[in-house]
């Protein structure tokens, strides 16, 4: 009987902890949205604390949108875990101070638009509430991207990120 119970118990955390793997998205994930951002309760790694996780709650559009600071000035972003890098609008790129037709368009990508031209910048820094990544390479896309997207190039630089039914944790 002991035994029986044992392995009821192993079974159980077992269950548990493939649950949970299930549940966080570390550097994969298939493309999301977004909406507000606020501080999260502080996570522990190990008995250690770590950096205070920013929390994307989930708009009523299904998407999560994140209100970044790119360099000091704020840009709205549709979280996409399926965008390799981070792609700019061209008013965007023109807000953080980039001029885009002296931009060298030297890279072709896809778009939900189809082929478009791009430009590789490098944004000195980019923040959703306190997950900051220093060195962000990033892609000014000439035509057909309507908003800029917040992709792998920033999100894949985080410890962890983790979508939930209502947030997305993003853990610097």
């Known amino acids: 009987m002991l035994k029986f119970i044992v392995v009821c118990g192993a079974a159980t955390a077992s269950a548990l902890l493939a649950a949970q793997a299930v549940m966080s998205f570390e550097h994969k994930g298939t493309a999301m949205a977004a909406v507000a951002v606020s501080p999260a309760a502080p996570a522990t790694t190990l008995g250690k ?26 840009v709205r ?7 390799t890098a981070v792609a700019l609008t061209t008013q965007d790129a023109r807000r953080l101070g980039f001029d885009p037709s002296r931009l060298e368009y030297g890279y072709k990508v896809m778009t939900a638009s189809g082929e478009a031209r791009a430009a590789k910048v490098t944004l000195d820094t980019v923040s ?45």
Not at 53 to 71: I, R, S, T, Y
Not at 77 to 83: E, K, M, N, P, S
Not at 146 to 167: H, I
């Open 49 to 74: 604390p770590s950096a205070r996780p920013a929390e994307v709650v989930k708009a009523a559009d299904g998407h999560f949108w994140a209100e970044a600071k790119v360099n000091s000035i704020n």
């Open 77 to 83: 972003f549709l979280v996409d875990t399926g965008a």
């Open 128 to 172: 959703v509430a306190k997950a900051r990544v220093q060195d962000v390479e990033a892609f000014v896309i000439e035509r057909g991207l309507e908003t800029s997207l917040l992709g792998m190039t920033y999100l894949g630089r985080l410890e962890r990120f983790e979508a939930t039914k209502t947030a997305l944790i993003l853990t610097p």
